[in-house]
């Protein structure tokens, strides 16, 4: 049973394919309004505990609980389509779900995002900027209770990036949600969150970006990052732990 306010529960979650373990041991809560970062050098898991989260892969062990009628909005780190399928962003505006925001908060999230102009435009010709703006309209049209964003800066120029962090830090009351970002940029991430969970096929460490900078775990993946020193976070150190070499994250 779920506390009131939890909207997924993972507990000693692992998922192994061909023998070869992609996660383990993976516990976590997120709840109603959390603002949780996903950090973690390449193959740390990432994308797998996104796809297990979304019930995309199944459990090798360990058991996830979703809240009832728990509506997750996912914003990928890749979409394609076909040049012979012609989609435009209107059409893909219009798969959400129904009724779950009127009329004039559907067109506060099209205007927040700047997407009139896109309307008539084919989703195959979007620049990249472009292109995530729609992917996060689309999820928040679902008015979601968990907002899941994979690696959203991933391609983005720099004006089009800082556009976009704005976007997520400004979202309008009646958006308010919970949010799961993976991110391979260190630094807003440091930066702009209060809470990171850092990966290596289970939780190294999390907490707080100022004292899991601290911890032997985050050092050995990013190295030092030159956070004060104040408070202990709690660290995770399964029995049979071992760790990538410092490496580029993704």
Not at 63 to 73: D, H, S
Request: charged fraction near 15%.
């Amino acid at each position: 049973m779920l506390a009131n306010n939890t909207l997924v529960s993972l507990r000693d979650v692992g998922v192994n394919i061909h023998g070869n373990w992609l996660i383990q041991h993976i516990s976590l809560d997120i709840h109603a309004y959390d603002v949780l970062s996903l950090i973690g050098v390449n193959g740390a898991g990432k994308s797998t505990l996104i796809k297990t989260l979304l019930g995309l892969l199944p459990l090798t062990t360990g058991t996830i609980q979703r809240a009832p009628k728990l509506v997750i909005g996912y914003v990928p780190q890749k979409f394609t389509t076909p040049n012979t399928l012609p989609l435009s962003v209107h059409d893909l505006l219009a798969q959400r779900l129904p009724k779950r925001l009127t009329s004039t908060q559907t067109q506060a999230v099209i205007d927040s995002l700047y997407l009139d102009s896109l309307l008539t435009k084919q989703v195959s010709a979007l620049s990249g900027g472009e292109l995530q703006r729609v992917l996060l309209g689309k999820a928040l049209l679902d008015k979601p209770d968990l907002l899941v964003l994979d690696e959203p800066m991933q391609g983005l120029d720099p004006e089009a990036q800082t556009l976009l962090y704005a976007l997520i830090d400004s979202l309008p009351a009646f958006l308010r949600c919970a949010m799961l970002i993976v991110s391979h940029d260190l630094h807003w991430v440091m930066k702009g969150t209060k809470h990171v969970i850092c990966l290596n096929k289970h939780i190294c460490c999390q907490g707080m970006p100022a004292d899991i900078a601290l911890t032997p775990e985050f050092i050995a993946l990013f190295g030092h990052y030159g956070a004060p020193k104040h408070t202990t976070p709690y660290i995770h150190r399964p029995h049979h732990c071992t760790h990538a070499p410092t490496g580029q994250f993704s």
